[in-house]
């Protein structure tokens, strides 16, 4: 019978195999908005993210990440954007604290998310 100990370094395993890695080794990683901001936080972060280097086209009507029409989704995406676009220069995934990083593709149907 393996200790507790085993069991955690395990299950410690376990987790870090099921995140994503990109060809390179690095994690792969989103920047979508925090579900626990204030919708106008959201939106004033989400106006700026469009105007300063996110592709906002595809959250228009229409467009493929237009539904489901939530200042949290349009966020979501803008922000993620603006972090794939511009990381590589030194941009991060805050957004006045209204963002977090996700291991997990926020993705859906016809909506891809930038990777980079």
């Not at 085993?6 to 390179?24: C, E, G, V, W």
């Not at 990381?87 to 963002?99: L, M, R, V």
Request: with cysteine; charged share 20%.
């Amino acid at each position: 019978m393996p200790s507790s100990a085993m069991l955690r370094i395990l299950l410690a395993l376990l987790f870090l195999s099921s995140i994503p890695h990109k060809s390179d080794g690095q994690f792969e990683d989103w920047c979508i908005a925090d579900e626990q901001t204030p919708d106008e936080e959201l939106q004033k972060a989400l106006d700026w993210a469009c105007g300063n280097g996110a592709d906002c086209r595809k959250i228009q009507v229409n467009q493929p990440c237009f539904l489901p029409n939530t200042v949290k989704d349009h966020a979501s995406f803008a922000f993620n954007s603006y972090y794939q676009k511009l990381k590589h220069k030194g941009a991060s995934c805050y957004f006045n604290a209204a963002a977090i990083i996700t291991a997990l593709d926020p993705g859906h149907g016809s909506c891809k998310y930038d990777l980079t």
